[in-house]
Nanobody, 124 residues
Protein backbone atom coordinates (compact mmCIF):
# COMPACT_ATOMS: atom_id res chain seq x y z
CA UNK A 1 0.00 0.00 0.00
CA UNK A 2 1.31 3.42 -0.96
CA UNK A 3 1.37 6.06 1.75
CA UNK A 4 1.30 9.68 0.69
CA UNK A 5 1.98 13.12 1.98
CA UNK A 6 -0.08 15.79 0.29
CA UNK A 7 0.73 19.45 -0.20
CA UNK A 8 -1.32 22.07 1.54
CA UNK A 9 -4.45 23.50 0.02
CA UNK A 10 -5.03 27.15 -0.63
CA UNK A 11 -7.50 29.96 -1.00
CA UNK A 12 -6.92 31.62 -4.36
CA UNK A 13 -8.36 34.23 -6.67
CA UNK A 14 -9.69 33.56 -10.15
CA UNK A 15 -6.86 33.30 -12.65
CA UNK A 16 -4.20 32.29 -10.16
CA UNK A 17 -2.10 29.13 -10.29
CA UNK A 18 -1.30 26.40 -7.81
CA UNK A 19 0.75 23.22 -7.90
CA UNK A 20 -0.51 20.30 -5.87
CA UNK A 21 1.87 17.52 -5.00
CA UNK A 22 1.57 14.10 -3.52
CA UNK A 23 4.70 12.40 -2.24
CA UNK A 24 5.01 8.69 -1.70
CA UNK A 25 6.26 8.47 1.86
CA UNK A 26 6.21 4.80 2.71
CA UNK A 27 8.15 1.83 1.46
CA UNK A 28 6.43 1.90 -1.92
CA UNK A 29 6.67 4.66 -4.49
CA UNK A 30 4.56 5.37 -7.59
CA UNK A 31 6.60 3.22 -9.94
CA UNK A 32 4.39 1.06 -12.20
CA UNK A 33 1.17 2.69 -10.97
CA UNK A 34 -1.16 4.53 -13.31
CA UNK A 35 -1.93 7.69 -11.38
CA UNK A 36 -4.54 10.34 -11.31
CA UNK A 37 -6.12 13.27 -9.59
CA UNK A 38 -9.68 13.11 -8.40
CA UNK A 39 -11.66 16.04 -7.07
CA UNK A 40 -14.93 16.40 -5.29
CA UNK A 41 -16.80 19.62 -4.71
CA UNK A 42 -19.36 19.85 -1.90
CA UNK A 43 -22.61 18.21 -2.91
CA UNK A 44 -21.19 16.94 -6.18
CA UNK A 45 -19.99 13.60 -7.45
CA UNK A 46 -16.27 12.86 -7.63
CA UNK A 47 -14.59 13.75 -10.89
CA UNK A 48 -11.40 12.26 -12.32
CA UNK A 49 -9.66 15.24 -13.84
CA UNK A 50 -6.16 14.16 -14.85
CA UNK A 51 -4.44 10.82 -15.23
CA UNK A 52 -1.17 9.39 -16.45
CA UNK A 53 -0.37 5.83 -17.39
CA UNK A 54 2.37 3.73 -15.78
CA UNK A 55 4.76 4.32 -18.69
CA UNK A 56 4.31 8.07 -18.18
CA UNK A 57 3.79 8.56 -21.92
CA UNK A 58 0.03 9.13 -22.05
CA UNK A 59 -2.15 11.55 -20.14
CA UNK A 60 -5.90 12.13 -20.03
CA UNK A 61 -7.71 15.22 -18.89
CA UNK A 62 -11.31 16.02 -18.18
CA UNK A 63 -12.72 18.65 -20.53
CA UNK A 64 -13.24 20.90 -17.54
CA UNK A 65 -9.49 21.25 -16.98
CA UNK A 66 -7.97 20.53 -20.38
CA UNK A 67 -5.46 23.16 -21.38
CA UNK A 68 -5.22 24.53 -17.85
CA UNK A 69 -4.01 21.60 -15.73
CA UNK A 70 -0.98 19.38 -16.22
CA UNK A 71 -0.26 16.10 -14.46
CA UNK A 72 3.28 14.83 -14.10
CA UNK A 73 5.44 12.45 -12.10
CA UNK A 74 9.05 13.13 -11.20
CA UNK A 75 11.77 10.85 -12.52
CA UNK A 76 12.21 9.11 -9.17
CA UNK A 77 8.51 8.13 -9.07
CA UNK A 78 8.20 9.69 -5.65
CA UNK A 79 6.20 12.82 -6.47
CA UNK A 80 2.96 13.11 -8.39
CA UNK A 81 2.03 16.69 -9.16
CA UNK A 82 -0.81 18.65 -10.68
CA UNK A 83 -0.04 22.09 -12.05
CA UNK A 84 -3.22 24.12 -12.10
CA UNK A 85 -3.30 27.38 -14.05
CA UNK A 86 -6.02 29.92 -14.69
CA UNK A 87 -8.07 28.68 -11.78
CA UNK A 88 -11.79 29.30 -11.70
CA UNK A 89 -14.38 29.18 -8.91
CA UNK A 90 -15.66 25.94 -10.47
CA UNK A 91 -12.29 24.36 -9.61
CA UNK A 92 -13.02 24.70 -5.90
CA UNK A 93 -12.99 21.20 -4.46
CA UNK A 94 -11.07 18.74 -2.37
CA UNK A 95 -8.37 17.16 -4.51
CA UNK A 96 -7.03 13.65 -4.07
CA UNK A 97 -4.11 11.88 -5.64
CA UNK A 98 -5.15 8.44 -6.69
CA UNK A 99 -4.28 5.07 -8.08
CA UNK A 100 -5.90 4.86 -11.50
CA UNK A 101 -6.96 1.25 -11.73
CA UNK A 102 -8.22 1.85 -15.27
CA UNK A 103 -4.61 2.04 -16.37
CA UNK A 104 -4.54 5.72 -17.07
CA UNK A 105 -7.88 5.94 -18.87
CA UNK A 106 -9.13 8.20 -16.11
CA UNK A 107 -12.40 6.44 -15.39
CA UNK A 108 -13.71 8.01 -12.20
CA UNK A 109 -15.07 4.84 -10.64
CA UNK A 110 -11.64 3.21 -11.05
CA UNK A 111 -9.70 5.90 -9.22
CA UNK A 112 -8.78 4.88 -5.70
CA UNK A 113 -7.85 7.91 -3.66
CA UNK A 114 -4.85 7.99 -1.38
CA UNK A 115 -4.70 10.35 1.54
CA UNK A 116 -7.23 12.74 3.02
CA UNK A 117 -7.27 15.20 0.17
CA UNK A 118 -6.30 18.83 -0.20
CA UNK A 119 -8.84 21.63 -0.21
CA UNK A 120 -8.59 24.23 -2.94
CA UNK A 121 -10.91 27.21 -2.90
CA UNK A 122 -11.05 29.73 -5.72
CA UNK A 123 -12.93 32.95 -5.21
CA UNK A 124 -14.22 35.22 -7.95
Amino acid sequence: QVQVQESAGALLQTGESLRLSCNASGEKDFDLFALGWLRQAPGKAPEAIACINWKRDTTHYADSVKGRFTIFVDSTSVTLALQMNDLKPADSAKYYCANDKSGGRCLTSYLEAWGQGTLVTVSS
